[in-house]
């Protein structure tokens, strides 16, 4: 077996909460990604599943436990990783253009090269009538599209994506989906997937983590062995995709449940 | 619309376009209607007042202060040329505005982006702030004599403290997710702060420099007042002086221009620059 890209070996998260005290955002997280694969993480809002990528990337360093990429402890920022954030993170004061060249004129690329570069990027995420345009100016779905083509650019061996698509509407988000796979086709890139949309994880990986209620471990594993390429909007209907969805959600319902009542106890 | 009306709301939800440019001009035309009428009424019962009740003695009239700048346009004031007091006064000014707003930027960012160095300069910055500026004017008048040096310091030290605190704001509100997300694209601690700080922070800046530069007027004109040989500063003194009502009111016109001149000119700088905002939160918003 070759070794995985990212390895979590009982990975704990402890933030300081209000008052005294600390919150457990994770807790002995075990978790290994392989080369190229596409892992999509699945459970409750709030669970810890934004966090688990923030250790994966370097931003949060573990309380305890070993985050490993390529075999190495993460102690910074790992090179090769790319991050596309739950939240709106385009420059608001940059063109399209301007904000998919950040990447590579960051790491040092000359200008000319580094607009040409982005410029590809632009076209390729259906973005080649805008390049001049700011944010403000664009839709959600197409800001969603330039932070894609900002995170690519930059050819990640490591895609951490962060419920990229949850705010756009479905027809959107289906389009999305489908060209997320079209561009990662062909880049050999490790994909982890966060999403609370049981559907959209089935549709995308080659395999679907459950993590509990808060604080969030992995609950289950389950492998999608759905062929590729993929059409999201037609796989969904197939027996098989009904199939490891049910399997899925028996194991995803009852955590939800839980976080569901463990919210209307504190709210 | 422009800047310079106060509200912005139009209610009416359809309409074709011509009509609404109409509409918009009309109303635009009636604004400046009234405005000019409010002025005309205001200068005419001024006027009218000095000649038949008030004493034009402490209080003027228009008449008489559109003279003495007629009088110093024409043939120059008691110290020299008009334009050497308005040259003299701008030159302390600017220089004490480009002087105070670059070391508040500068000082701002940095402390705004260094948890430590903030809280060992937090109470020595209370404490320089809280010290009555203008006070400051006569010890520079002692530091620096009467040249230009004195009135640039008091200029830069009110200037200053405006620009710095709202850097220090901005560089500390910058949106957590942009740097995280500049950090995961490559950017180093440099590059983070030219290419997602400073921007971030110029909102908040230029919200300062807005009355900065009316400060940095303040600053001179105050300097000159405590002791200058040329200056707008030193006309309105001396009119105070020789009990010269329609003197002080005519340097007072003077340096309201000169601080509306700069104010369009800052407002210029920050449409261009800030150009990327969306236009509801840009500067048609302000007064
Ligand atoms: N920087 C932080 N400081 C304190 N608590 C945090 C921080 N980040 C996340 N948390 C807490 O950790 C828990 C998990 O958050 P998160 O990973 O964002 O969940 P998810 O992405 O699954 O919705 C939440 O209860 C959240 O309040
Ligand atoms: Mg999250």
Redesign the interface.
């Given at each position: 077996m070759t070794t995985p890209v990212i390895e979590l070996r009982g990975a704990t998260k402890r933030f300081p909460a209000t008052g005294s005290g600390t919150h457990t955002a994770v807790r002995d997280l075990t978790l290994t990604v392989a080369p190229g694969e596409f892992v999509a993480v699945v459970g409750p809002t709030g669970c810890g599943k934004s966090t688990t990528l923030s250790l994966v990337?370097g931003?949060e360093a573990a309380s305890s436990g070993d985050v490993l990429v390529r075999g190495e402890p993460v102690r910074r920022?790992p090179s090769g990783?790319?991050?596309m954030?739950q939240?709106?993170?385009v420059?608001?004061?940059?063109s399209v253009l301007d904000n998919v060249a950040?990447?590579p004129r960051?790491?040092g690329v000359g200008k000319r090269e580094a607009r040409s570069r982005a410029h590809a990027w632009v076209e390729r995420v259906g973005l080649g009538g805008f390049a001049g345009y700011?944010p403000?100016q664009l839709s959600g779905g197409m800001r969603k599209r330039v932070a894609l083509a900002?995170?690519l650019v930059?050819e990640p061996e490591i895609l951490l994506m962060d419920e990229p698509f949850s705010a756009l509407d479905v027809q959107t988000r289906a389009l999305m989906q489908d060209e997320l796979l079209r561009l990662w086709a062909g880049t050999g890139a490790a994909v982890v997937f966060v999403t609370h949309d049981l559907e959209e994880a089935i549709a995308l990986a080659d395999t679907v983590v459950v993590m509990t209620a808060s604080p969030a471990t992995v609950k289950a594993t389950f492998p999608v062995p759905l062929e590729r390429p993929r059409d999201v909007e037609e796989v969904r209907l197939t027996p098989e995709f009904l199939e490891i969805y049910r399997e899925v959600w028996d194991s995803l319902r009852t955590e939800v449940a839980k976080a569901r009542e463990e919210a209307s106890r504190v709210g | 619309m422009s800047a310079d009306t106060l509200s912005t709301v139009d209610a009416r939800p359809v309409e074709d376009g011509s009509a609404l440019v109409r509409r918009r001009r009309r109303r635009r035309a009636l604004v400046w209607a009234v405005r000019v009428a409010a002025v005309i009424v205001w200068l005419v019962s001024w006027q009218l007042a000095a000649t038949y009740w008030i004493d034009p003695f402490y209080y003027s009239k228009p008449t008489a202060i559109a003279g003495r700048l007629v009088d110093w346009f024409t043939k120059g004031t008691a110290f020299g040329s008009i334009w050497t007091q308005i040259g003299v006064t701008l030159e302390e000014a600017v220089a004490g505005f480009v002087i105070g707003a670059l070391a508040g930027v500068v000082l701002g960012i940095v402390l705004g982006r260094s948890r430590f160095l903030a809280d060992v300069a937090a109470p020595f910055i209370k404490a320089a702030n809280a010290v009555p500026r203008i006070v400051l004017a006569s010890l520079f008048i002692i530091w620096f004599g009467l040249g230009m040096s004195s009135k640039i310091a008091t200029a830069m030290v009110l200037v200053f403290f405006a620009v710095f605190f709202n850097a220090f704001q901005g560089a500390r509100e910058v949106d957590r997710n942009l740097v995280d997300n500049a950090r995961i694209l490559g950017a180093s601690r440099f590059a983070l702060l030219r290419s997602i700080v400073v921007p971030s922070a110029t909102s908040w800046i230029f919200a300062s420099l807005h009355s900065a530069f009316g400060f940095a007027l303040i600053g001179a004109v105050v300097g000159e007042f405590t002791g200058a040989d040329k200056g707008l500063g030193l006309l309105i003194n001396n009119a105070q002086g020789t009990f010269d009502a329609a003197g002080i009111y005519a340097g007072m016109i003077i340096t309201t221009v000169l601080a509306l001149a700069a104010e369009w000119l800052i407002s210029t700088a920050e449409k261009r620059l800030l150009r990327w905002r969306p236009p509801s939160a840009g500067a048609d918003a302000q007064i």
């Open positions: 990337s931003l920022i990783v790319g991050y954030f939240s709106d993170a420059l608001p004061w940059r950040a990447g960051y790491r700011y403000h900002q995170t930059n | -």
